[in-house]
T-cell receptor, first 119, second 110 residues
């Protein structure tokens, strides 16, 4: 059973195109995330959603638009792709609620990643 | 956001213990210390976390300095499968935001 899945695994596209990456989790978690890992392997959070509501938005260009049709899915749509968007994108999920309980630990579960190459 | 400092890389032989250090001198009283690791071509996975006391689980142990300004992840018997980048992360008690640093790349030799 795959806990957090992403499609596609690889995505090669040209500059200026619009593309989407899909993420699904079957863990029943309330919160989902998108991270970007660049060519230097630096991993940085982009967005988080809790029950379809945007919680974290880390100064990501407007060309990136996450969409959460339900709490089990968080898709990432990217408009007008640029060379600098080439990276590995990871989806993650956790049980983190809208109001965190002090002292309670919420592990994040990551998907296998989507390698996006923009040419 | 409090930052962590880790060595870029470390090496170990199989079945030997490995001690991965992390400095976090600006840690606040409510920051938790988390360790995640990223195996080659995979997403990060949780290893262990702690606040003040040392912690043990099936994967590793976490030793936290008394002043909490540093911690050490201990793999008791390294295996080839433990070769990964290990990230030491501080997380505030009321947030789920993980800020990854550069991590330590652990190489394990047979």
């Amino acid at each position: 059973d795959t806990a957090v899945s992403q499609t596609p695994k690889y995505l090669v596209t040209q500059m200026g195109n619009d593309k989407s990456i899909k993420c699904e989790q079957n863990l029943g978690h309330d919160t989902m995330y998108w991270y970007k890992q660049d060519s230097k392997k630096f991993l940085k959070i982009m967005f988080s959603y809790n029950n379809k509501e945007l919680i974290i938005n880390e100064t990501v260009p407007n060309r990136f638009s996450p969409k959460s049709p339900d709490k089990a899915h968080l898709n990432l749509h990217i408009n007008s792709l640029e060379l600098g968007d080439s990276a590995v994108y990871f989806c993650a999920s956790s049980q983190f609620p809208s109001r965190a309980l002090p002292g309670v630990f919420y592990e994040q579960y990551f998907g296998p990643g989507t390698r996006l190459t923009v040419t | 956001d409090a930052k962590t400092t880790q060595p870029n890389s470390m090496e170990s032989n199989e079945e030997e213990p490995v001690h991965l250090p992390c400095n976090h001198s600006t840690i606040s009283g409510t920051d938790y210390i988390h360790w995640y690791r990223q195996l080659p071509s995979q997403g990060p996975e949780y290893v262990i976390h702690g606040l003040t006391s040392n912690v043990n689980n099936r994967m590793a142990s976490l030793a936290i300095a008394e002043d909490r300004k540093s911690s050490t992840l201990i793999l008791h018997r390294a295996t080839l499968r433990d070769a990964a980048v290990y990230y030491c992360i501080l997380r505030g008690h009321n947030t789920d935001k993980l800020i990854f640093g550069t991590g330590t790349r652990l190489q394990v030799f047979p």
